[in-house]
């Protein structure tokens, strides 16, 4: 079965640390993505990798950065954590029929 | 730019068929997910659509027309555990190989 691993399921951080979240896919997938959800929202793309160093902004990449320096981990960075951030943070590995498997999700709360 | 639009919820009974609509616009149409998510939980897929017509997964069928800009996703016999978020996801060619998700339309079923 396919998976994708997110480090963790919850984290309460306070404004102005840095944040980071851990996503870990064992499909050999070469596209990783990084959403947010948020109630009203929904889905949202944050950033996405098409190979190991290489990155693409999405709809609301301000305030996050990115690292993927091996194929199968894809590490969302907030570096400085403000409460707006405050959200479901999912992670997606993509195959190559183009559908997306998410890891469970990180809920992260800045106080 | 894209716009993906779907109910935001929507009830029935046990046994009953529903039907959930989405209307999209995009530049670079080129493909449509069905994705069910449960409470608490990663969205999970359902169905893809790239050509013309209807899908049929057991239960569950997906309907496009391109021409239209227009899928449904429709559930038969319906049961309890059917509730959950249902997203619509569209790929476009502009946006790289990201999904572009609709808000998503939560189905609560009732006995």
């Known amino acids: 079965d396919v998976k994708v691993t997110q480090s963790s399921r919850y984290l309460v951080k306070r404004t102005g640390e840095k944040v980071f979240l851990e996503c870990v896919q064992d499909m050999d997938h070469e596209n990783m993505f990084w959403y947010r959800q948020d109630p009203g929202l929904g889905l949202r793309l944050i950033y996405f990798s098409y190979d190991v160093k290489m990155k693409e902004k999405g709809d609301i990449p301000e305030g996050y950065s990115v690292s993927r320096e091996k194929k199968e981990r894809f590490s969302l960075i907030l570096e400085s954590a403000s409460t707006n951030q405050t959200s479901m943070y999912l992670c997606?590995?993509?195959?190559?029929?183009?559908?997306?498997?998410f890891g469970a999700g990180s809920r992260l709360t800045v106080l | 730019g894209q716009n993906i639009d779907q109910p935001t919820e929507m009830t029935a009974t046990e046994g009953a068929i529903v039907q959930i609509n989405c209307t999209y616009q995009t530049s670079g149409f080129n493909g449509l997910f069905w994705y069910q998510q449960h409470a608490g939980e990663a969205p999970t897929f359902l169905s893809y659509?790239?050509?013309?017509g209807l899908e049929e997964k057991g239960r569950f069928s997906s309907f496009l027309s391109r021409s239209k800009g227009y899928s449904y996703l429709l559930l038969k016999e319906l049961q309890m555990k059917d509730s959950a978020s249902y997203l619509c996801a569209v790929r476009d060619v502009q946006a790289g190989t990201a999904l572009i998700f609709g808000k998503g339309t939560t189905l609560s079923v009732s006995s």
């Open positions: 997606a590995s993509r195959n190559r029929g183009g559908v997306l498997t």
């Open positions: 659509n790239v050509l013309d």
